[in-house]
């Protein structure tokens, strides 16, 4: 069965630090690969997304990610973060075959001025 | 302007007592999905429309029923809600995209709705 791990549950950072979150999927075949994002008290909004071709895809916001398949993983990265970056990150995977999203558990993420 | 509206944002009901959450939505998606979210965890899926066609995750307990009427409307109907019930309930549609020989299938949500049981 297919499953996302995102081993960053809470990340807390200053304002203009890098940031990078971990997502890794177990599935053998050909996937697409989501960042949705849920800003407090809103609903989950996709920040971007991998289907195929360029594995460095960018995103709203500054966000990018990058595929890289030999490892089974799909980073979230920004330069450097905003105090409106303060939200939950959430990796998901779909396959070919599928409409069904398997969503990781979220990383929560806290910008402080 | 919302394209998934939830109805209501936050609902409560008692132990037992049937509650119904709705699911619009502006896109003429054919695919809709109720998901439940619990507290700091990944939303998971429930069931699924493709058209008319009803797909039942295999562990959503009966107690867990949806309705479409039309491609715009989707409900969630919870028979006997217990006290593990309470959560945030996600409403999402889509539509396949063909591109470059390839179906490409994104998901919008609606804000959710929150359900308390007393």
């Known amino acids: 069965a297919q499953s996302v791990s995102q081993h960053n549950h809470h990340v807390i950072l200053s304002e203009a630090a890098s940031l990078e979150l971990g997502c890794n999927y177990s599935?053998?075949?050909?996937?697409?690969l989501f960042w949705y994002v849920q800003y407090p008290g809103q609903h989950l909004q996709l920040l971007l997304k991998?289907?195929?071709?360029?594995?460095l895809v960018k995103g709203i916001k500054g966000f990018e990610a990058e595929f890289i398949k030999s490892k089974f993983s799909f980073n979230l990265r920004k330069p450097s973060v905003q105090w409106s970056d303060t939200a939950e990150y959430f990796c998901a995977v779909n396959s070919l075959n599928t409409d069904k999203l398997i969503f990781g558990t979220g990383t929560r993420l806290q910008v402080f001025p | 302007d919302a394209m998934v509206i939830q109805n209501p944002r936050y609902q409560v009901t008692q132990f037992g007592k049937p509650v119904t959450l709705s699911c619009s939505q502006t896109l003429n998606h054919n695919v809709m999905y109720w998901y439940q979210q619990k507290s700091s965890q990944a939303p998971k899926l429930l069931f699924h429309y493709y058209d008319k066609d009803f797909n039942n995750e295999a562990d959503t307990p009966d107690n867990f029923q949806s309705r479409r009427p039309n491609t715009s409307f989707c409900f969630l109907d919870i028979r006997s809600p217990g006290l593990g019930d309470a959560a945030m309930y996600l409403c999402a549609t889509s539509r396949e995209v063909g591109v470059a020989g390839q179906f490409q299938n994104i998901q919008y949500f609606g804000a959710g709705t929150r359900l308390s049981v007393l």
């Open positions: 991998y289907f195929s071709g360029d594995p």
């Open positions: 599935y053998g075949g050909t996937v697409n």
